[in-house]
């Protein structure tokens, strides 16, 4: 059974710091690419940073230079550094595989709150 554990998130002020964590279940992790995906509200699922299995990165714009995609395959977790964090990066955050697995499966997610 597949299973996605998102950690991490919480209430910080701008120009501050996160490390979100996920962890995989149920899935063959290693070759698994994943991503991270936000949520704000009123707005669609967006995907901002990706990491192959060999461990290739990718990050939309609106996040390059400031968060990290990273994974560890002996503990079949994924993890988003989040620096420099802006108001506009408030959303709650996702991980899945990339492209997300079929059949609509999303974890809880973990919620980012940047704010002063």
């Known amino acids: 059974q597949v299973q996605l554990v998102e950690s991490g998130g919480g209430l910080v002020q701008p120009g501050g710091s996160l490390r979100l964590s996920c962890a995989a279940f149920g899935i063959i992790f290693r070759l698994s690419a994943m991503g991270w995906y936000r949520q704000a509200p009123g707005k669609e699922r967006e995907l901002v940073a990706a990491?192959?299995?060999?461990?290739?990165?990718n990050y939309a714009d609106s996040v390059k230079g400031r968060f990290t995609i990273s994974r560890d395959n002996a503990k079949n977790t994924v993890y988003l550094q989040m620096n420099s964090l802006k108001p506009e990066d408030t959303a709650l955050y996702y991980c899945n595989k990339q492209p997300p697995l079929s059949g609509g499966y999303w974890g809880q997610g973990t919620q980012v709150t940047v704010s002063s």
């Open positions: 990491i192959t299995s060999p461990g290739r990165t």
